[in-house]
């Protein structure tokens, strides 16, 4: 064999080695883009998912966000109605107590009159004690009207906490 062909085959044989050298940096490098890239796709998944988490969340905040606009809405009515209500009976109240019609309970009306009469006569107990007789002999009074007895006539609004009416 020459020199020439001697020094060609170190010559290939270096460029064989250091080629061989190269690869394995190669590889080194891609494997470490290969393990980057799987965590990638791992972050990527988990922040997809977070990101759906957050979507439903967000739904479920608006749906519970409508529900409470139409609640408290409804309740802003009813309350108007009987601030309305309260409003015109107090401005009827006067007329009304004057042409009140009579309701009586007549034996409350009479025990009270009777005691009422006692305590005028003798600022103290009656002389004679109080009997239905004695009660039926009272004059009648008649009752006023009161404003309470027109002010919940609807039946009172049921609080609900946490899902829907």
């Known amino acids: 064999m020459s020199l020439v062909a001697v020094s ?7 460029l064989l080695v250091a ?6 940096r190669l590889n080194k490098r891609l494997k470490t883009l290969r393990d980057s890239h799987e965590g990638f796709a791992i972050a990527v998944r988990e922040l997809n998912a977070a990101a759906e988490r957050a979507e439903q969340g967000l739904a479920d905040l608006r749906a519970a966000t409508d529900e409470a606009v139409d609640t ?5 009515d009813k309350g108007r109605a009987l601030a ?3 409003e015109r009976l107090m401005i009827e109240a006067p007329k009304s107590v004057r042409q009140a019609p009579e309701v009586r309970d007549d034996m409350r009306d009479k025990r009270l009159g009777a005691l009422l009469a006692a305590a005028r006569e003798g600022r103290g107990k009656p002389d004679r004690p109080l009997t239905i007789e004695r009660v039926a002999e009272a004059p009648p009074r008649a009752r006023p009207r009161t ?9 009172p609004l049921r609080l609900h906490h946490g899902g829907r009416q």
């Not at 408290?72 to 802003?76: G, K, S, T």
């Not at 404003?147 to 039946?155: A, K």
């Open 19 to 24: 080629a061989l050298i190269v690869g394995l």
């Open 72 to 76: 408290l809405a409804d309740r802003i």
């Open 8 to 14: 060609m085959n170190l010559l290939l044989a270096g």
């Open 147 to 155: 404003v309470d007895e027109d002010l919940f006539d609807e039946p």
């Open 84 to 86: 309305a209500k309260l």
